[in-house]
Every structure is written in structure tokens, then in C-alpha cells.
């Protein structure tokens, strides 16, 4: 049962150009999603957050939309550069109870950008 | 602030072998959190920790595996009778029980296990 799915395996953009990273979630409970960034050899680093009482969220050139709706995030990353190319993690908690902080991950999307 | 460390980064073992991996927290981070990646998946939770006390384990935790966090510091994640399936990375990770924080965990660089 994945419960965050990220459905583009890879991406490829041209450095300048917005990058653009999909996320679905089917659990209506999840009310905070973080996106991760992993480059080879290293464990994911936290990029940007956002809390379901929010729509959007920005940080720098990362932006992250909220759609609660159709269950759906995206993080916008305008300009793209090359040091932007890595796997990227959507995940999802859920507060309270005995959620203990625990996150769901996607399968992640490979980010490449091209000089 | 050293970030986390995990120890050792790469372990190969012969099936039906017995690893051991450790995990150094920030020092002020009370939460422990071991995850497993395995290629082309996003980590998958395996075990929380408050302080010493081990809080939620998953389902994807067998009873081959074990972990502990004595004293509320470094924690060990022990895999008996290893298996081929049980490769993959290990990845823990620590933040600070804090509601005014970003819920952003802080990873290690993971301990790569290859099960020949």
C-alpha cells in the first residue's frame, strides 16, 4: 500500500529553466509533507515543509503547493541549476496520537539538470 | 554539532551471518528514527526511539531484527541470520521533540549492508 507516490521516476531540465516535482498521497490523515533531497553516498537532507493549514510555501528558489483536495504536492524549483540534480523524497506525517514523527516516503524522482 | 553518524558506511556479510550497526544522534535530539532503502524505493520506517524508550516498531521489523538505545544515546540496529532480502541502506536518523520546529529530521549517511 504506498500511500505517497511520487509517479515520475526521473526529470530532466535545462539549467534556468523551472523544475518541476509531482506527489500524490491517498491517506486524508497526513497533515505535514516535507520534500528530501539525496545525493549519492549521502542520507536525504530536509529542503522545504509545508503544513496543511497552508496552500504554498517558499523558500528561496524552492517553492512547495499544497492541494489538499486532490491530495497532491509540488515543489517548483525556478531557476534550476546543476548542483539542483539529485534523487528528490516526498513525505508525509501525520500529528498526534502515537504518530511519533514517523514519515511516509515516496519512491522518489531523479532530478537532472542540464548546463 | 557533529551531525549523524552512522557506523560502519558499508558491511557485505555471508547469509545466516549476524551484523551489527551504530548510530550517533545530535546530542540534543531525543528522537531516534532507524529507516531501510532499498534501490529505486524511498526509506521505509523500521523503529522510533524517545530517549531510551523504543516506541513504535514496524511490521517490516522481524524478530531477526533488534534495536536498542541504551541510555538515550547512540542506538544499535542488530539483523540476525542475515538474509539476501535484508540488503539494502540503513538509515537513522534524530531530531528534537519540539512542536515549534520544522518536523525536518536530520539523516546519516547510511550503513550500505550487501547479503552475499
Known amino acids: 500500500d504506498q500511500q505517497v507516490k511520487q509517479n515520475s521516476p526521473s526529470l530532466s531540465v535545462q539549467e534556468g529553466r523551472i523544475s518541476i516535482l509531482n506527489c500524490d498521497y491517498t491517506?486524508?490523515?497526513?497533515?505535514?509533507f516535507l520534500w528530501y533531497k539525496k545525493y549519492p553516498a549521502e542520507g536525504p537532507t530536509f529542503l522545504i515543509s509545508?503544513?496543511?493549514?497552508?496552500d504554498k510555501n517558499e523558500d528561496g528558489r524552492f517553492t512547495v503547493f499544497l492541494n489538499k483536495s486532490a491530495k497532491h504536492l509540488s515543489l517548483h524549483i525556478v531557476p534550476s541549476q546543476p548542483g539542483d540534480s539529485a534523487v528528490y523524497f516526498c513525505?508525509?506525517?501525520?500529528?498526534?496520537?502515537?504518530?511519533?514523527?514517523?514519515?511516509?516516503f515516496g519512491q522518489g524522482t531523479i532530478l537532472t539538470v542540464h548546463p | 554539532d557533529t551531525g549523524v553518524s552512522q557506523d560502519p558506511r558499508h558491511k557485505i556479510t555471508k547469509r545466516g551471518q549476524n551484523v551489527t550497526f551504530r548510530c550517533d544522534p545530535i546530542?540534543?535530539?531525543?528522537?531516534l528514527y532507524w529507516y531501510r532503502q532499498t534501490l529505486g524505493q524511498g526509506p521505509e520506517f523500521l523503529t522510533y526511539?524517545?530517549?531510551?524508550?523504543?516506541?513504535?516498531k514496524s511490521r517490516l521489523l522481524s524478530d531477526r531484527f533488534s534495536a536498542e538505545r541504551p541510555k538515550g544515546s547512540f542506538s544499535t540496529l542488530e539483523i540476525q541470520r542475515t538474509e539476501q532480502g535484508d540488503s539494502a541502506m540503513y538509515l537513522c536518523?534524530?531530531?528534537?521533540?519540539?512542536?515549534?520546529?520544522?518536523?525536518?529530521?536530520?539523516f546519516g549517511s547510511g550503513t550500505r549492508l550487501t547479503v552475499v
Open positions: 536518523a534524530s531530531s528534537l521533540l519540539n512542536k515549534r520546529l520544522n518536523y525536518g529530521y536530520t
Open positions: 491517506n486524508s490523515m497526513f497533515d505535514y
Open positions: 546530542s540534543e535530539h531525543n528522537r
Open positions: 509545508i503544513s496543511s493549514i497552508k
Open positions: 526511539f524517545q530517549n531510551e524508550a523504543q516506541l513504535e
Open positions: 513525505a508525509a506525517k501525520r500529528s498526534g496520537g502515537t504518530s511519533y514523527g514517523k514519515l511516509t
